[in-house]
Structure formats: C-alpha cells, structure tokens
C-alpha cells in the first residue's frame, strides 16, 4: 500500500505583495540590500506560500527566486509569479481602471513569461509607425499609464500557454476593481464579463458572500461561486512589517468605526499550484479570511504505525487455514488529517483491515476480527490489549466506530434513527461534551491572551510612531498656507488635466481605428443581395475610404496621423509641469522641506485628522487590552479544575 501524506492544512497564504523595485509605489529602500533584507522578512515570516507581484512584468520575481535560494537554500517557503495588468476600461465610480492579476505555476518558464508579455500589446505606441509597444518593452515612464485590453490578454495567454493553463486570472473586487456603477447598463455588462473570465477575486471578507453567490449577474444567467483572496499588497518594508500575515484594523475618520484595514487569508491545500486550482473548485471550503486560523477539531486520530512481525498470520475460526497477514511490512506512519481522510487502494490491499485493527485497538468491536485472528508466534494475538505494544495511535481515544455491516443496516427501517438518539445521545451524557467546550473556551482565551501580549507591544510601538507624525504633519500645515503655494498646485493640477485629456484622446483615436480594422477584416462578402446588404456596402466603402485606412491586395493596414499641434501642445505643457514643479521644489526648500514632505503636503490636513483619530483609537485599544488581559488571566486559571474533572470522566 502506498501511504499518501497527511493531507491539506490550513496556512497563511499572500498572493499579492509587490518586490523591492517594483515600476510603481516602489517604496523600498533603493539601495542594492534592499533584496536580502526583503529575503530575509519573507524567511522569518509565518506565512507559507507568497504571490511575488508586479506590472506587466517579471524581471523582479526570477530575481529574487535566483537569489532566495542561495541564501536559504533549504527553504520550505513557496512562491508563485504575479503580474499586475491594468485594463483599458473603468466601471467604478472614481473612473479608475479595472486591475487584472495573472498568477502563473512556479514551473512556468521566464522564457514562457517573456513570450506571453512579447505577445501581449499595450495602449503605447512608437511614436513612428504607429506601432503598439508590448508589455515586454515598456519603459520606466510608460508603466504609470499602461493598459492592456482583456480579450487580448486572453488571447495572448492562450497562444502562449495554450488550453493547458498553468495560470489562474483574478481581479480587485474593491479598490481600482470591480465596483460598477449602479445606473449604468453597459458597466454592469462589462462587469459581468470580467467576473466570467477570472477564477478568483482579490478583495476582503465582505466580498466573500457576493462571489459565491450564484445569482450575481445581471441577466439570468447561472454564476459560478468564486474563491475570495486577501492580501497585503505590500510596496514597503514597513507594508511588509506592518500587515504581511497579519489582521490590521483601524478607525474610519468619517464615521469613527472599526474597519479592517488588512487581513489574513487561510487556504487548505498543499503549497502547490494544483493546490491552489483546487481552491477554485472548493471556494467555501478551502479558503477563509480571518484574523484566526481555523481551528481543527478537538476529538481526532492523528496517526497509527504497525509493528507486525513477518510471522503474523490470519486465522478463521473453526478453520485450520491460514494466511500471511497483509500488514506485515508496513511499518511507515498513516497520517489521519483532522478534516477527512481517506484511504484509498485496490481490492485485498489492506484500507479496511487497517479501519478494523483501529477500531479494536480503540475498544469498538468489529465483524472482521469476530470471525478471524491474528496468529503470532503461534498464539493468537489480543489487538484491544496490544500489550507488545505493535499497534501504536496518536490522538483522542474516543471514537464513534460504523463497520460495513451497520452502514448496510441504515438503509433498513428505523435503523437510523436508533443511530443517532441511542448512540449519539449517550455519548453526550457521559459528560465530556461539555468540559470540551469549556476546555476550548479556555484554550481560545490562552490564544486570545498571547496575541494580546504581542498586539500590546505593537500598538505601544505604533503610537510613538503616531505621536512623531502628527508633530511631522502639524509642521507641513502651518507652512503649506501661503498663497504662492496654492497658486503653484493650482497650475500643476491644470497641466496634469490637460495632459491626461490629451493622452486619453490618442487612445480614443488609436482604439477607434483599429475597430474599423477589425469590421472590416471581419466582414464577409454575401451571395445574396437586399437593401441592407447594398446599405451595408455603402458604409463599408466609407470606412475603406479614411484617409488611415490602407488596402493593399487585400492587406488592411492602419496608419495613425501625426497631429502636430497636439505633439508641440505635449511639448510645451510637459516643459511648464517641469517648471511649476520645480517652482514647487524651490518653495519647499525655501522653507527647509525634503521632496518626502512635498508628496505629502497636499493630504495634511486630512492626515492630521486621520492621525489624530488613530491616536485616540489607539490609547483606547491599549486601555481595553490591558482590561481585558486580567480578566482573561483569572478565566484561565480555572483550566487546572476542569482538567481534574477530565481526567475523574475517562
């Protein structure tokens, strides 16, 4: 028989948190240790397998894979590529682009990567011919305004990768995601089509209950229920130290409500990719956001190990026959999961030999061990008592023991029902039912009162960070109201407005040509010949007939004009946004302020609320741990009495 392991296992799981150098928010550190100390806090951290992310590319992730495994190369940490891609289209209320993840099998190749992102297009061109960059070429200035199409994503992922899709597409239910605008038809559409083309969703425990819900569409087509995945989405050391495998709350500044800022996803499978698939065949089952881990059942049989000698027989009674007992050279651990387990081989291999020696061993007996023995060393052999110590079983004692004969007997009558109210009732009068509920309460209370401890250490930490940010953000205010500043961002905020028109018209322009392209590559010539038809022609002959259309012995080709006002209009507003903000930087230092406190100085005042909230919420959470740690301790000093009690019961 070839023993399996033990089986799936709740562990912490972070699909979406960004490397050192990452083309966007990179707040890391710039210098080159920046990689061994993000190494070292992914090693020393508790979670078990991480989605190494960033956009529309893949450089970082074999980078630091090359790297990890120098340094720790009997690491059990597991990792899997992340690319974030930013859709061409919006549905939310704040006009922000649709974010698309692509998790990829830590088996796919960095050439099989590089191909898939040659192949896929962004919304840049050249600037010559016209030519759409690749996500493979884009350059540093390029990421901040990337977009990639979804059915070209789809189509580049399948020419590449082909039907046997060692990848899984998600995309963030909440910010920059999926968040339609109610009295829109067409973004309700559009966001049903990308709900049908991801296999999970990147969002909170909100989420969970609308994804696995199957009536979620807008017309009346049957969803599928979709896994939802938290995750840090870290872009610093201190994202990584503050929320990586951790539950993170704060305060709401509108409405003064505890809101989860950060939380921990559990998923229960193996820390493989086939693993990860499978949570999206399971969603409800093995996944589950929470600040705590799921905890497993307090009765359950955690291994059993045999002994047999190479004499041991089987012996029918009333029989002189006998025959080598099948178990004999087993001798590894069988690993019960606590959820489930099962056993699984061909007829005459020993699955329900070993249930049958399990339940005798336990005290249960069973028709298989009533009509035969064990024979050793020519004597029989008493499992119950197994005082040569051959079968050996970790975990709870008790055990509720169904053989195959009583499983025939359910269907028959009230069998069934003498199951549950003879058996099962008698078994909740003996007692131990209700000090295992206090026993777990207590259990929960001593988990409870450690993670006090280490939230007490944390929150003290982060209120003097606080307390310096606040004195840091009330600096920045009184100097940020003068007038020359106000006028400064106002003509900052112009040029940015206008710039972003401009770029959001070339892709209009480009988007709109390479439609007519497509009708006019996809329309067919037809036999017959009505009104419509001669009317389709007709506007088939305009199209052909602009002036970026080029035909040649068939060959559709777009050539984009070059608008030259437009160009020297791009010219000139990026020379007056290098200057305004240049008089910006002039201003700062003038008033003895680093480029860190420019990027703030536009959310002060509202930092300064925020801060001041925390800080509030922060000394009233400290003051609550602090209550709430002695009471916990006088709770738990009663576990030694029902331990007692316990142990007077078995």
Same mark, same amino acid.
């Given at each position: 028989?070839?023993?399996?392991?033990?089986?799936?296992?709740?562990?912490?799981?972070?699909?979406h948190?960004?490397?050192?150098?990452?083309?966007?928010?990179?707040?890391?550190?710039?210098?080159?240790?920046?990689?061994e100390? $993000?190494?070292?806090?992914?090693?020393? %951290?508790?979670?078990?397998?991480?989605?190494l992310?960033?956009?529309?590319c893949?450089?970082?992730?074999?980078?630091?894979?090359?790297?990890?495994?120098?340094?720790?190369?009997?690491?059990?940490?597991?990792?899997f590529?992340?690319?974030?891609?930013?859709?061409d289209?919006?549905?939310?209320?704040?006009?922000?682009?649709?974010n698309?993840?692509?998790?990829?099998?830590?088996?796919?190749? +960095?050439?099989d990567?590089d191909?898939? *992102?040659?192949?896929?297009?962004?919304?840049?061109?050249?600037g010559?011919?016209?030519?759409?960059?690749?996500?493979?070429?884009?350059?540093?200035?390029?990421f901040?305004?990337?977009t990639v199409?979804?059915?070209?994503l789809?189509? %580049?992922?399948?020419e590449?990768?082909?039907?046997? #899709?060692?990848?899984?597409?998600?995309?963030?239910?909440n910010?920059?995601?999926?968040?339609?605008?109610?009295?829109?038809?067409?973004?309700?559409a559009i966001?049903?089509?990308?709900?049908?083309?991801?296999?999970?969703?990147?969002?909170?425990?909100?989420?969970?209950?609308?994804?696995?819900?199957?009536?979620?569409?807008? &017309?009346?087509? @049957?969803?599928?229920? /979709?896994?939802?995945?938290?995750?840090?989405?870290?872009?610093?050391? =201190?994202?990584?130290?503050?929320?990586?495998?951790?539950?993170v709350?704060? &305060?709401?500044?509108?409405?003064?409500?505890?809101?989860i800022?950060k939380d921990?996803?559990?998923?229960?499978?193996?820390?493989t990719?086939?693993?990860l698939?499978?949570?999206?065949?399971?969603?409800?089952h093995?996944?589950?956001?929470?600040?705590?881990k799921?905890?497993?059942?307090?009765?359950?049989?955690?291994?059993?190990?045999?002994?047999?000698?190479?004499?041991?027989?089987v012996?029918?009674?009333?029989?002189?026959?006998?025959?080598?007992f099948?178990?004999?050279?087993?001798? #590894?651990?069988?690993?019960?999961s606590?959820?489930?387990?099962?056993?699984?081989?061909?007829?005459?291999?020993?699955?329900?030999?070993?249930?049958?020696?399990?339940?005798?061993?336990?005290?249960?007996?069973?028709?298989?061990?009533?009509?035969n023995?064990? @024979?050793?060393?020519?004597?029989?052999y008493?499992?119950?008592? =197994?005082?040569d110590?051959?079968?050996?079983?970790?975990? &709870?004692?008790?055990?509720?023991?169904?053989s195959?004969?009583?499983?025939? #007997?359910?269907?028959?009558?009230?069998? *069934?029902? #003498?199951?549950?109210?003879n058996?099962?009732?008698?078994?909740?009068?003996?007692?131990f039912?209700? *000090?295992?509920?206090?026993?777990?309460i207590?259990?929960?209370?001593?988990?409870?009162?450690?993670?006090m401890? $280490?939230?007490?250490?944390?929150?003290?930490?982060? *209120? +003097?960070?606080k307390?310096?940010?606040?004195?840091?953000?009330?600096?920045?205010?009184?100097?940020?109201?003068?007038?020359?500043?106000?006028?400064?961002?106002?003509?900052? %905020?112009? @040029?940015?407005?206008?710039?972003?028109?401009?770029?959001?018209?070339?892709?209009?322009?480009d988007?709109?040509?390479?439609?007519?392209?497509?009708?006019?590559?996809?329309?067919?010539?037809?036999?017959?010949?009505n009104?419509?038809?001669?009317r389709?022609?007709e506007?088939?002959?305009?199209l052909?007939?602009?002036?970026?259309?080029?035909?040649?012995?068939?060959?559709?080709?777009?050539?984009?004009?070059?608008?030259?006002?437009?160009?020297?209009?791009?010219?000139?507003?990026?020379?007056?946004?290098r200057?305004?903000?240049?008089?910006?930087?002039?201003?700062?230092?003038?008033?003895?302020?680093?480029?860190?406190t420019?990027?703030?100085?536009?959310?002060?005042?509202?930092?300064l609320?925020?801060?001041?909230?925390?800080?509030?919420?922060?000394? %009233? /959470?400290?003051?609550r741990?602090?209550?709430?740690?002695?009471?916990?301790?006088s709770?738990?000093?009663e576990f030694?009495?029902?331990?007692?009690?316990?142990?007077?019961?078995?």
């Amino acid at each position: 028989m070839e023993i399996a392991q033990k089986g799936s296992e709740w562990r912490k799981w972070d699909l979406h948190l960004h490397t050192p150098f990452t083309k966007l928010s990179n707040n890391y550190s710039k210098e080159n240790d920046s990689w061994e100390l $993000f190494s070292q806090i992914i090693e020393e %951290s508790d979670v078990a397998v991480f989605g190494l992310t960033d956009y529309f590319c893949c450089e970082n992730y074999f980078y630091f894979i090359e790297n990890h495994k120098v340094k720790y190369p009997q690491s059990e940490k597991v990792f899997f590529l992340n690319i974030e891609f930013r859709l061409d289209i919006a549905v939310n209320k704040s006009a922000e682009e649709i974010n698309l993840h692509v998790i990829f099998s830590n088996e796919v190749s +960095k050439t099989d990567i590089d191909n898939f *992102l040659i192949s896929l297009k962004t919304n840049h061109t050249n600037g010559t011919g016209g030519a759409r960059i690749p996500c493979k070429n884009l350059n540093d200035s390029q990421f901040v305004s990337a977009t990639v199409n979804y059915n070209e994503l789809l189509q %580049s992922l399948v020419e590449t990768f082909g039907q046997h #899709k060692p990848y899984i597409i998600l995309a963030a239910a909440n910010n920059a995601g999926l968040r339609p605008v109610k009295d829109s038809p067409r973004k309700l559409a559009i966001t049903d089509e990308i709900d049908k083309i991801c296999d999970a969703f990147f969002g909170g425990r909100q989420n969970v209950a609308y994804y696995l819900n199957l009536q979620r569409y807008e &017309t009346n087509e @049957i969803s599928k229920p /979709k896994p939802v995945i938290s995750g840090c989405d870290a872009h610093s050391f =201190d994202d990584l130290d503050l929320t990586l495998g951790k539950y993170v709350e704060r &305060t709401n500044p509108q409405n003064h409500q505890q809101e989860i800022l950060k939380d921990i996803t559990w998923i229960k499978s193996d820390t493989t990719f086939e693993g990860l698939k499978q949570v999206l065949f399971e969603p409800e089952h093995r996944v589950k956001i929470s600040e705590q881990k799921p905890r497993e059942p307090i009765r359950k049989i955690e291994s059993i190990k045999f002994n047999f000698p190479s004499g041991t027989f089987v012996k029918r009674n009333n029989s002189s026959d006998k025959q080598e007992f099948c178990l004999n050279s087993l001798k #590894k651990d069988i690993a019960f999961s606590p959820y489930f387990t099962c056993l699984i081989g061909g007829r005459g291999t020993g699955k329900s030999t070993i249930i049958n020696i399990l339940g005798e061993r336990l005290g249960e007996k069973t028709d298989f061990f009533y009509d035969n023995n064990l @024979i050793i060393n020519n004597k029989k052999y008493d499992i119950e008592t =197994d005082s040569d110590k051959i079968i050996n079983v970790t975990g &709870t004692n008790e055990i509720e023991f169904v053989s195959q004969g009583k499983i025939e #007997k359910l269907a028959e009558g009230n069998e *069934l029902t #003498k199951l549950i109210f003879n058996e099962r009732i008698k078994e909740s009068e003996s007692g131990f039912y209700n *000090l295992d509920s206090e026993i777990e309460i207590i259990t929960s209370l001593i988990d409870e009162t450690i993670h006090m401890l $280490f939230d007490l250490k944390n929150f003290n930490n982060t *209120l +003097k960070e606080k307390e310096k940010e606040k004195e840091t953000t009330q600096n920045i205010i009184d100097s940020v109201n003068d007038e020359r500043y106000k006028v400064i961002t106002n003509k900052i %905020s112009e @040029i940015r407005k206008e710039f972003s028109s401009i770029k959001n018209s070339e892709t209009r322009y480009d988007t709109l040509l390479n439609s007519i392209r497509t009708i006019l590559l996809e329309t067919t010539d037809v036999d017959y010949q009505n009104d419509i038809e001669v009317r389709i022609n007709e506007i088939l002959s305009l199209l052909k007939e602009i002036k970026e259309v080029s035909i040649v012995e068939n060959e559709i080709n777009i050539e984009l004009q070059e608008f030259q006002t437009t160009k020297t209009r791009l010219d000139e507003l990026t020379n007056e946004f290098r200057n305004e903000n240049q008089k910006l930087k002039d201003f700062f230092e003038e008033k003895g302020m680093s480029e860190e406190t420019i990027k703030d100085s536009q959310k002060a005042n509202e930092n300064l609320a925020i801060i001041n909230s925390e800080i509030i919420n922060l000394n %009233s /959470k400290i003051e609550r741990i602090k209550e709430q740690y002695k009471e916990n301790l006088s709770k738990i000093e009663e576990f030694s009495n029902i331990n007692k009690s316990y142990n007077k019961l078995r």
